[in-house]
């Protein structure tokens, strides 16, 4: 519940910026509650100037009202349980039912007024991150506003004086709430449609967790030893495919609130990055790309003709980062005999399994695991086991498919005679030149 009293004290507080029709602010939106945690239609608006919506993987964007020519969205900091994929709940902290909480959308120019309400049991507040607003609504808790106190609710108001792609996050306890899940998107859609439009339009934030197999909650003192890579707080196979229609001009908005760096990588097209949290890229500075590394704390959008049909990967290239929970002590095994190996384990934990003496592929092995967590590498496609987790997914496009349709349209069936195929070959090594060093290392 929120305070009413709290509300209007800190509206008399905030009173020195440029805002109008404070008074009807006394009037509280009513604060939409989202339980799924698959990818929501895209939410056109029934009021304000028009825009192409975007997506958000796994989430959704946050209905607003319409208050004189404000708009009016609101905000609720609460516990949440958010599944990162089927078999693994965590307990985080979130927003209006979810972490992250959901995408906010508005055009440039729009005066927005946006209501935080404190359900967490400490203070938090609201940063803007890469919006261009007055001081006093940027969020820093004890530098520009006083925290929100449990139970109290505040609100910011101010201009969306540029378009782009923005994230919000507490600065408030920050090192907990971020490690607890407190994040959203802010896309900002440019006054001009015809403005760089596009058909579709994805957006998802990059968060990391440890979660130890078996736990509910993260170790939010963690710095670098995650084991759940996610993109929205959800895992492969957990991750929303993007679905694209064949020749759709597609953006993809992507932000990092994750501890680390990650370069994301998508098959089959080259792209450019248009945007950052900084702003549109001129066209003459933009040039092609396959992989984009995207920063920390910062924005990295892209935009990709989507000319060529398929199931495409869409993921980070950090290796471990396509890896659920895993050990991260052990040892390279790769051409040790497991024979003694396996003995030794096998007597100190008889369920144990040593990396295999030719690399660790599982496509085919199951082994018991803990309550709540993911098996490290899994996923199964047309052609057999996908061995991934953590921040992959697939772009599938198709062609035909309806202008906001996304629903995963299912694997792509290959045109006859396009898949690699095996063929008829001796089984021996094939001819090498003699006295190279690999003949020469003892295996
Ligand atoms: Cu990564």
């Avoid at 998107?185 to 760089?196: E, G, S």
Wanted: hydrophobic fraction near 40%.
């Amino acid at each position: 519940m929120y305070s009413r009293r709290g509300f209007l004290g800190t509206a008399a507080l905030a009173g020195a910026s440029v805002v109008s029709g404070r008074v009807q602010a006394a009037s509280i939106p009513e604060a939409p509650h989202m339980d799924k945690v698959v990818m929501q239609p895209p939410l056109h608006p029934i009021s304000g100037p028009d825009y192409r919506p975007v997506v958000t993987l796994n989430g959704w964007s946050l209905p607003f009202r319409m208050n004189g020519d404000w708009k009016e969205f609101h905000l609720v900091a609460e516990p949440v349980v958010r599944e990162f994929a089927e078999g693994m709940k965590v307990n985080l902290w979130g927003y209006n039912g979810q972490s992250p909480g959901p995408t906010i959308e508005a055009v440039e120019g729009d005066k927005v007024r946006i209501f935080v309400t404190n359900r967490l049991p400490e203070y938090t507040t609201v940063h803007w991150h890469g919006m261009i607003i007055p001081s006093g609504m940027d969020g820093v808790g004890g530098l520009t506003q006083p925290h929100i106190q449990p139970g109290k609710t505040f609100v910011y108001e101010f201009e969306m004086k540029k378009s782009g792609t923005f994230m919000y996050h507490p600065h408030s306890d920050e090192m907990v709430q971020m490690a607890m899940g407190m994040m959203g998107m802010v896309v900002v859609h440019p006054r001009d449609p015809n403005f760089r439009p596009v058909d579709r339009d994805f957006v998802f934030v990059m968060s990391t967790y440890r979660v130890d197999p078996g736990t509910y909650l993260p170790l939010v003192n963690e710095m670098t030893d995650f084991n759940m890579w996610t993109w929205n707080a959800r895992v492969f196979p957990g991750i929303d495919p993007l679905p694209v229609r064949l020749g759709d001009k597609v953006r993809v908005r992507i932000g990092n609130l994750s501890m680390t760096n990650h370069p994301i990588h998508l098959h089959g097209h080259s792209f450019a990055v248009t945007c950052t949290d900084g702003g549109w890229i001129q066209e003459s500075a933009q040039y092609p790309e396959t992989t984009t590394d995207v920063p920390v704390g910062a924005v990295r959008v892209f935009d990709v003709l989507a000319d060529n049909p398929g199931d495409w990967a869409f993921h980070c290239h950090k290796s471990h980062h396509t890896m659920n929970a895993m050990g991260h002590e052990v040892r390279n095994l790769i051409g040790v005999s497991r024979k003694d190996l396996a003995k030794a384990v096998g007597k100190l934990a008889p369920d144990g399994m040593a990396m295999g003496s030719t690399g660790m592929a599982m496509g085919n092995m199951e082994m018991p695991a803990p309550d709540n967590t993911l098996p490290m590498m899994t996923g199964t496609g047309q052609f057999g086991p996908i061995e991934m987790g953590g921040m992959f997914t697939v772009m599938k496009i198709r062609e035909n498919l309806a202008r906001d349709d996304y629903r995963d349209p299912g694997p792509y069936q290959f045109p006859k005679g396009t898949v690699a195929y095996e063929v008829e070959a001796p089984g021996a090594a094939p001819a090498r030149q003699p006295g190279t060093p690999m003949q020469k290392m003892k295996m």
